[in-house]
């Protein structure tokens, strides 16, 4: 059964910064292109980053790229995110996903999430 379990969230002031963690099962996590996604209060499904087999190859959105970063651990089964200058537009529901296709990219795979860390970013 494949399953995701993130985890590093919580309440942070603005300009401050969060590690959220990611440990998948069910499935060969280095077979995987992963990706994290968030869902804000009322508003739609968000993309934020993937990141390819071995890591070595990343894309972010717009709004995060310079303070965000994406990694990965295939010895530790972990997928990471690092964000910082963390602002009240971050603050939302953060699910990492992986690839609907393995060794591919393409596209998420939403019915891989777990329940998601929450980031709430607030004075």
């Known amino acids: 059964q494949v399953q995701t379990v993130e985890s590093g969230g919580g309440l942070v002031h603005p300009g401050g910064s969060l590690r959220l963690s990611c440990t998948p099962s069910?499935?060969?996590?280095?077979?995987?292109?992963m990706y994290w996604v968030r869902q804000a209060p009322g508003k739609g499904l968000e993309w934020i980053s993937w990141i390819n087999l071995d890591g070595s190859e990343t894309k972010y959105r717009e709004s995060v790229k310079g303070r965000f970063t994406i990694s990965r651990d295939n010895t530790k089964n972990t997928l990471y995110l690092q964000m910082n200058l963390l602002s009240a537009e971050d603050t939302a529901l953060y699910y990492c996903?992986?690839?609907?296709?393995?060794?591919?990219?393409?596209?998420?795979?939403?019915?891989?999430r777990g329940q998601g860390t929450q980031v709430t970013v607030s004075s």
């Open positions: 069910g499935f060969i996590f280095s077979n995987y292109w």
């Open positions: 996903l992986r690839d609907r296709t393995p060794r591919l990219r393409g596209g998420f795979d939403w019915h891989s």
